[in-house]
């Protein structure tokens, strides 16, 4: 049971680039959400998503789109990469909507420069 | 709105010695959840406890324990004998809400560090 899987683990960016950060849950969670981590900020929302073809936006969604076509997948598209956008990335899963914890991902440590 | 306020960034203390990291949370909601999780060096972060705001039942977990306080809004978290092992940062997070999303709501984390 691999549990939430998050590629790729390092990433480096040159400004105004776009990528796709990869991730994929094996649980049949409805839940999946993407957080970013910055020092002294703990971890903010970015997008979420309640089951697949729904997503919304979280507490920092500029810069960031989201689709969820499939249950497993929950892919984060940098559309034009910013140096304010190096952060560790985390994504999570989780069975119902705020019941249970939610399962990590390894994270993603993203530099754009 | 939502919040969680982890007013220690850093706590440095001695192997064996007890610590206490606090957590205090601001939600208007009746139904609510709280979490700690732990993040070691390596980076991944690991669930610890899940609380609802109808249980007020301290727990216990080997070394660790929990004090929920819906009175104070504040769900501590209290590591007894440290071990280096335990150096992590460690997060406290919020769930629920009338709209139900699942969002959690970190705060800002305390790095713990513990020393032989």
């Known amino acids: 049971n691999a549990g939430v899987t998050q590629t790729p683990k390092f990433q480096v960016l040159k400004t105004g680039q776009s990528m796709t950060l990869q991730c994929a849950q094996d649980m049949n969670h409805e839940y999946m959400s993407w957080y970013r981590q910055d020092p002294g900020m703990g971890l903010r929302l970015i997008h979420y998503?309640?089951?697949?073809?729904?997503?919304d936006q979280g507490e920092v969604p500029n810069g960031y789109n989201v689709s969820r076509s499939t249950t497993e997948d929950f892919p984060l598209r940098l559309l034009s990469a910013a140096p304010s956008q190096t952060s560790v990335y985390f994504c999570?899963?989780?069975?119902?909507?705020?019941?249970?914890?939610?399962?990590f991902g390894q994270g993603t440590r993203l530099t754009v420069v | 709105a939502q919040k969680v306020t982890q007013a220690q960034t850093e706590i440095s203390v001695v192997e064996k010695e007890d610590v206490t990291l606090d957590c205090v949370y601001e939600t208007r909601d009746t139904t609510y959840y709280l979490f700690w999780y732990k993040q070691p060096p390596s980076g991944e972060l690991v669930f610890l406890i899940r609380?609802?705001?109808?249980?007020?039942q301290n727990e216990i977990s080997g070394r660790y324990s929990w004090n929920f306080q819906k009175s104070t809004s504040s769900f501590n978290f209290t590591i007894t004998a440290s071990q280096v092992v335990d150096s992590a940062v460690y997060f406290c997070a919020l769930s629920g809400g009338s709209s139900n999303t699942g969002k959690l709501i970190f705060g800002q984390g305390t790095t713990l560090q513990v020393k032989p």
């Open positions: 998503s309640v089951g697949a073809g729904i997503t």
């Open positions: 999570a899963s989780s069975y119902s909507r705020a019941a249970y914890e939610a399962f």
């Open positions: 609380r609802n705001s109808f249980d007020e």
